[in-house]
C-alpha cells in the first residue's frame, strides 16, 4: 500500500536550515506524472502548501516562501527532501509530505498523506 | 495572492445536511479538492475535480460547483463526520496550489 513518512529535527534554532526528508513506499517517485508536495499546519491553524516535485522533476513553490525553499529528490532512495532556509519561530508547524496523483499532473491534489512531523522553531 | 474562502464554522444535527462553500475567482477555470482532517490526524482526501469521490469515501460526501464557489454537501451527517474541512484548489495561472482558511463541522 502506499505510505509516505516524514522525518527531520523537532527542534531548530531560529535562522538554521531545516532539512525534512519524505520517504515514500508502494508506489515509484519515478512514475510518470506523480510528485509529491509539502504541506504545512501551524498549530490551530489552516494548512499551507509549500512545494512540490514531479517524476520529471519538475518543481513549484510557494510564491512567498520561494526564496527560503529547496524540494529535490532521490528516486532510488524514494526520498523527497525539502529544505528551508533561515527559519523563525512563525514557522513552527506540523510538516506533511503528499502524493500527487498521476491524475493531477495537471491540476495538482493530493490523496496520500503522511503523519505529518511538528517542527518547532525556538532558540 | 490568490485566496479561498470558507465559512470558519457550520453546525447541523446528526441526519440533516451539511453544505460547506469555498469562493475564489479562479474556482471557474481551476479544479477544488475537499479535505477532512480530525484533530490530530492527516488530511484525507474527500473529493476531487469538484465533485468526484475517492474510492472508500461514503456516498453521503458529494461535491458541486458554480460560477466562483463549490460547495462540499455531507447527506445524512453523521457524528463520526465532525471534523474541519478544507478546500483546496490553485491560481488562475496554475502554478500555485492554495487552501482555503478551514471549516469546523459540528454535529450538534
Known amino acids: 500500500q502506499v505510505t509516505l513518512k516524514e522525518s527531520g529535527p523537532v527542534l531548530v534554532k531560529p535562522t538554521e536550515t531545516l532539512t525534512l526528508t519524505c520517504t515514500v513506499s508502494?508506489?515509484?517517485?519515478?512514475?510518470?506524472?506523480?510528485?509529491v508536495s509539502w504541506i504545512r499546519q501551524p498549530p490551530g491553524k489552516a494548512l499551507e502548501w509549500l512545494a512540490h516535485?514531479?517524476?520529471?522533476?519538475?518543481?513549484s513553490y510557494s510564491t512567498s516562501l520561494k526564496s527560503r525553499l529547496t524540494i529535490s529528490k532521490d528516486t532510488s532512495k524514494s526520498q523527497v527532501v525539502l529544505t528551508m532556509t533561515n527559519m523563525d519561530p512563525v514557522d513552527t508547524a506540523t510538516y506533511y509530505c503528499?502524493?500527487?496523483?498521476?491524475?493531477?499532473?495537471?491540476?495538482?491534489?493530493?490523496?496520500?498523506w503522511g503523519q505529518g512531523t511538528l517542527v518547532t522553531v525556538s532558540s | 495572492s490568490y485566496e479561498l474562502t470558507q465559512p470558519p464554522s457550520v453546525s447541523v444535527s446528526p441526519g440533516q445536511t451539511a453544505r460547506i462553500t469555498c469562493s475564489g475567482d479562479?474556482?471557474?477555470?481551476?479544479?477544488a479538492y475537499w479535505y477532512q482532517q480530525k484533530p490530530g490526524q492527516a488530511p484525507v482526501l474527500v473529493i476531487y475535480?469538484?465533485?468526484e469521490r475517492p474510492s472508500g469515501i461514503p456516498e453521503r460526501f458529494s461535491g458541486s460547483s458554480s460560477g466562483t464557489t463549490v460547495t462540499l454537501t455531507i447527506s445524512g451527517v453523521q457524528a463520526e463526520d465532525e471534523a474541519d474541512y478544507y478546500c483546496?484548489?490553485?491560481?488562475?495561472?496554475?502554478?500555485?496550489?492554495?487552501f482555503g482558511g478551514g471549516t469546523k463541522l459540528t454535529v450538534l
Open positions: 503528499a502524493r500527487i496523483p498521476a491524475d493531477g499532473y495537471n491540476y495538482a491534489f493530493f490523496d496520500y
Open positions: 483546496q484548489s490553485a491560481d488562475s495561472s496554475g502554478t500555485e496550489e492554495v
Open positions: 508502494g508506489f515509484s517517485l519515478s512514475n510518470a506524472r506523480m510528485g
Open positions: 475535480k469538484d465533485s
Open positions: 479562479a474556482l471557474p477555470k481551476q479544479y
Open positions: 516535485i514531479f517524476s520529471n522533476d519538475e518543481k
